[in-house]
């Protein structure tokens, strides 16, 4: 299983960028995928994370500015990202929690990272 992320990028303070993360290889269902960063010499936060059925999670921090969404028949999650703030950059890394077959129970897979920079 692979999770590849893209869409990070250099922003200027209150602009936007979208995130796309696509999970391929031997799937059968995935539950919940989520989008989390990671700051310099901080630790791995949540950022949002959503359902198979589309219930959304956000941190408080990007409630009303990022909006995250998906989709099943790709297996895709989006992260929209508005009015960026300096202190959203970071490294922002997809999570899906996936079950591989019908037998298996489901596993946690992280995709690499995008980086994200908001200038100010």
């Known amino acids: 299983v692979q999770l590849q992320a893209s869409g990070g990028g250099l922003v200027q303070a209150g602009g936007s960028l979208r995130l796309s993360c696509a999970a391929s290889g031997r799937i059968f269902k995935i539950n919940t995928m989520g989008w989390y960063r990671q700051a310099p010499g901080k630790q791995r936060e949540l950022v949002a994370t959503i359902s198979s059925v589309l219930t959304t999670n956000y941190a408080g921090s990007v409630k009303g500015r990022f909006t995250i969404s998906r989709d099943n028949a790709k297996n895709t999650i989006y992260l929209e990202m508005n009015s960026l703030k300096p202190e959203d950059t970071a490294v922002y890394y997809c999570?899906?929690?996936?079950?591989?077959?019908?037998?298996?129970?489901?596993?946690?897979?992280w995709g690499m990272g995008t980086l994200v920079t908001v200038s100010s």
């Open positions: 999570n899906a929690d996936l079950y591989q077959t019908y037998y298996s129970g489901s596993s946690d897979y």
